[in-house]
């Protein structure tokens, strides 16, 4: 119930376009989901987050997209630039004393000059 | 503000051997992480520490694995003996307590590999 499925494991977009990449959870109780980005020999930074009493979440180019009966939240980065390229992680916080976040598999993605 | 910071960056060891990696996380975060992030997946949490307490370990291999966080700053993960699986890299985060601890900073994370 702890998982957080994260797909596709890579995507390849071409400079400009759309990279969406989609997350789905189990747990009803986790109360904040965030984005994650990881360049190669660098930890994660956060990207975007979002609670479940919202559907939608923009900053700039990165929108978040959470449909709480579906269980299932996305990231869409709009423009796609190569510079994006790097590994995406969704997760999932739950809402114990603990509050540990619980990490998807990633997605590697490639913007194409 | 500095961020979190790990050393050593890399470290290769041989199996069976022992070994320990630091972690001085951003001031005034109370909450420390250490993370284990294998190759191809998404860092698994092992053991957080809010000030020098223990909040979760349950995913701590404590037969090989253990960590501590003294006077509640720096901390150090140690593993003794060492296996093959416990290549991977090696992330500490740390963040604020309490209602705004929604983000979490990571370090650059130390590599392990166990050969």
């Known amino acids: 119930q702890q998982q957080v499925k994260q797909s596709p494991q890579s995507l390849i977009v071409q400079k400009g376009g759309i990279s969406i990449i989609n997350c789905a959870y189990e747990?009803?109780?986790?109360?904040?989901f965030p984005w994650y980005q990881q360049f190669p020999g660098k930890g994660p930074a956060l990207l975007i987050a979002i609670r479940p009493d919202v559907s939608e979440k923009k900053e700039g180019r990165f929108t978040i997209s959470f449909n709480k009966s579906a269980k299932q939240f996305s990231l869409h980065i709009m423009d796609s630039q190569p510079g994006d390229s790097a590994t995406y992680f969704c997760a999932a916080r739950g809402s114990g004393s603990a509050r540990q976040l619980t990490f998807g598999s990633g997605t590697q993605l490639t913007v194409l000059p | 503000e500095a961020g979190v910071a790990q050393s050593p960056r890399y470290k290769i060891i041989e199996k069976r051997q022992s070994v320990a990696f630091w972690c001085n996380p951003i001031s005034g975060h109370a909450t420390l992480y250490w993370y284990q992030q294998i190759l191809g997946q998404g860092p698994k949490l092992l053991i957080q520490?809010?000030?020098?307490?223990?909040?979760?370990d349950s995913q701590l291999p404590k037969d090989r694995f253990s960590a501590e966080r003294l006077k509640g700053v720096d901390s150090t993960l140690k593993i003794q003996p060492a296996k093959l699986e416990d290549s991977a890299v090696y992330l500490c985060?740390?963040?604020?307590?309490?209602?705004?601890?929604?983000?979490?900073?990571f370090g650059p994370g130390t590599r392990l590999t166990v050969t």
């Open positions: 985060a740390s963040s604020l307590e309490g209602a705004a601890a929604y983000e979490q900073y």
């Open positions: 747990n009803t109780a986790f109360d904040y």
């Open positions: 520490f809010q000030n020098n307490g223990v909040v979760d």
